[in-house]
């Protein structure tokens, strides 16, 4: 394999290992979790359906126990995916090409770039120690992301089929997630019933869309103009 072949797929490779540190650490993270959440504070360990990811973040869980090393566990996590994220939105927004759609391929990264410095934040800034100011980097951080994904669906818009109805789901997913996440922030928890849930299932499904166009979007050298 040539130096520049390597090169073209070194995002690939990232995506995997993003996604796959963020699983094995949030995992170990959420293992680690004594009990406690928003809807009970007593419930014990760690709850797929009733907690948040960003109560990982936390160096005290919701029962009151340490939890430092777990935060430490799922903010490195957290990183792996925002690496993640960002390879995956950059092996998309190859599939504008080098010579067809130039100013949306280079739109597709750079916003990605601006989502993922604002990702970063997310666990760095913990609701317990940070309160609302978590919330706005969330915030902050999807908008970008939202429209990245947008120009990364129509990039893909040629692509295999399996591929374009997973971008669809993903895409659709987020954008509902996002809404569901706007009603709770603004009118408050009742309209935050089952977020924490779906939170789980969006996240999988953006995972999943990530590893996919990573290894199946074709990567081009420079200049070499689509097939």
């Known amino acids: 394999m040539s130096a520049a072949s ?53 160096d005290r869980a919701l029962d009151g126990a340490d939890h430092r090393t777990g935060a430490l566990l799922a903010q490195v996590g957290a990183l792996g995916a925002v690496l993640a994220i960002f390879c995956g939105f950059w092996c998309a927004g190859g599939a504008f090409g080098e010579r067809d759609l130039p100013r949306a391929r ?22 317990d120690r940070y309160g609302r100011l978590h919330f706005l980097v ?15 669906a129509a990039a893909l818009a040629r692509a295999e089929r399996t591929l374009r109805l997973l971008t669809a789901v993903a895409y659709g997913a987020s954008l509902l997630h996002f809404g569901h996440y706007l009603a709770e922030l603004f009118g408050g928890p009742a309209w935050g019933a089952g977020i924490a849930a779906e939170q789980k299932l969006v996240t999988g499904l953006d995972l999943a869309w990530l590893l996919v166009v990573a290894l199946t979007t074709p990567r081009r050298a420079p200049g070499a103009s689509p097939s």
């Open 6 to 58: 390597g090169v073209r797929r070194l995002p690939a490779v990232l995506v995997v290992l993003g996604v796959t540190a963020f699983v094995a650490l949030t995992g170990a993270s959420a293992a680690s979790y004594s009990g406690g959440s928003g809807a009970d504070p007593n419930a014990p360990g760690y709850s797929w359906v009733h907690n948040y990811w960003c109560d990982l973040y936390r």
């Open 106 to 127: 280079r739109a597709t990264r750079a916003l990605a770039a601006v989502a993922c410095l604002a990702l970063i934040a997310i666990p760095l800034t913990p609701a």
């Open 138 to 152: 969330v915030g902050l951080a999807a908008g970008p992301a939202l429209v990245a994904f947008t120009l990364a």
